[in-house]
């Protein structure tokens, strides 16, 4: 599986993760299943929050699609906004950690921008990493002005990431926020890499040039759309998955190589379009 720096952390981290929102809806056996085949197949980073099924997931799903193997994994959590003062970011941190089994996160972002001052939430930030509760922190949904005042506060080298949506037909962080977070080294995370149960369709134009460049390489189209996504440097992918054969699927777009006219022809399947007046979110 290939990896790539985490941002200015120094850590390798996979290229394709794996996502866990809304995981709770599933067959827990089968996303735990297919979680843990993911992680023999090398996609160790996963990405859950405490946000998702209000806790249900870290607790009853991705703890025990972890336990015992808690050092391979690259595991993310996220705060939500209502709880990220000072105070209830460092509580809303202990309870992840107890729900997930462990004592410690990899990475913990703010899972979207809200109310209460970020300089709270950054110093909170850095107590927990001072205190080996969490290896690296970042945010999610920040559009440049927001991670501007993030960068005022903590200073540079401090955000690992943002965790932002993108996909084939939503490619709007290419205009400002990529180029952004590859300028202050921050790992830029693609979610909803398959548009959240969107994936374009075989008959669509657009999925008719996938098709075509996956029939060339033996592979499928979203292995394609990966490999798109995950093109720079910068960018890694975690696709949800609590299917076996998706996450076989998925795990095989790293060894996936497309030519720069492969990459040309998605890049105008799939136009980037105009820079929208706020970052786009699920
Ligand atoms: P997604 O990954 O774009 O799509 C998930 C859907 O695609 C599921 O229905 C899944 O089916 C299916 N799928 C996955 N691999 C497949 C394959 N190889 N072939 C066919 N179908 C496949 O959706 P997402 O859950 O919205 O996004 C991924 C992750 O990003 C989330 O789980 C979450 O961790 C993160 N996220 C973060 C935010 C944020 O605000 N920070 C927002 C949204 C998402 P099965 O499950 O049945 O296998």
Redesign the pocket.
């Known amino acids: 599986m290939e990896k790539r720096v985490w941002g200015s952390t120094g850590v390798a981290v996979p290229v394709i993760g794996q ?5 709770e809806e ?1 067959d827990p056996e089968s996303a735990i299943r ?1 979680l843990r085949a993911g992680l023999d197949l090398g996609l160790t980073h996963l ?3 405490e946000f ?1 099924g209000q806790g249900r997931v870290e607790e009853h799903i991705v703890s025990k699609a972890i336990a015992g193997r808690r050092d391979e994994v690259f595991l993310v959590s ?1 705060v939500m906004p209502s709880n990220a003062t000072e105070k209830g970011t460092l509580t809303a941190c202990e309870r992840s950690l107890k729900r997930l089994r462990t004592d410690r996160l990899d990475c913990y ?1 703010l ?2 921008p809200g109310s209460h001052p970020l300089e709270g939430t950054v110093r909170a930030f850095e107590r927990l990493v001072k205190e080996g509760k969490v290896r690296s922190w970042g945010v ?2 920040f559009d440049v002005d927001e991670l501007e005042e993030v960068l005022a506060i903590a200073g540079p080298g401090r955000i690992a990431c943002n ?1 932002v ?1 993108y ?1 084939l037909e939503e490619r709007a962080i290419e205009h400002a926020v990529i180029p952004w977070c590859e300028q202050q080294g921050v790992a830029v995370v693609a ?7 969107n ?1 374009p369709g075989p008959k669509s134009p657009g999925g008719q040039v996938l098709e075509a460049i996956a029939d060339a390489h033996g592979v ?1 189209p ?1 292995q394609v759309a990966l490999r798109f996504l995950v093109r720079r440097p910068s960018l890694f992918a ?6 076996e ?3 076989h ?2 795990a095989a777009a790293a060894a996936l190589s497309l030519s720069a006219e492969e990459l040309r022809r998605i890049d105008e399947a799939f136009p980037l379009g105009p820079e929208p007046a706020s970052l786009p ?2």
């Open positions: 996502g866990t929102w809304q995981m599933d297919a990405d859950t929050a998702y996220k972002l899972h979207w999610s949904n965790q949506l996909h979610y909803s890499p398959f548009g959240s149960g994936f499928t979203r975690i696709p949800k998955a609590s299917r054969a998706h996450v699927d998925n979110v699920i």
